[in-house]
Nanobody, 124 residues
């Protein structure tokens, strides 16, 4: 099992940047594929980014157009999401999640552990 706690969400101006962090408990962090998802009011949960267990492979939602970067530090049991050129469309609750599988996946139902979420609000 693993517990996930997100932090770093805040109010940010359009065009600005923000870095989210997710801290995991336990010493099996490197066994999990990690992902970030977000959910805006009235919308379905949306895949944002995912990273392999080693950190050597990443994938992103096509709509993000390279603005977001996911990374992980297995020695510190953390995964981060760097968000640049933010717009009001990015306003959402952001969640980190862990998958017990080996393959980098983009579907939320394939992730088994979830954080509580952190609010990101982008003002225009």
């Amino acid at each position: 099992q693993v517990q996930l706690v997100e932090s770093g969400g805040s109010l940010v101006q359009a065009g600005g940047s923000l870095r989210l962090s997710c801290a995991a408990s336990g010493r099996t962090f490197s066994n999990y594929v990690m992902g970030w998802f977000r959910q805006a009011p009235g919308k379905e949960r949306e895949f944002v980014a995912a990273i392999s267990r080693t950190g050597g492979s990443t994938t992103y939602a096509n709509s993000l157009k390279g603005r977001f970067t996911i990374s992980r530090d297995n020695a510190k049991n953390t995964v981060a999401l760097q968000m640049n050129s933010l717009s009001p469309e990015d306003t959402a609750v952001y969640y980190c999640a862990a998958s017990v599988g080996i393959v980098v996946v983009t579907t939320g139902r394939l992730y088994h552990y979830w954080g509580q979420g952190t609010q990101v609000t982008v003002s225009s």
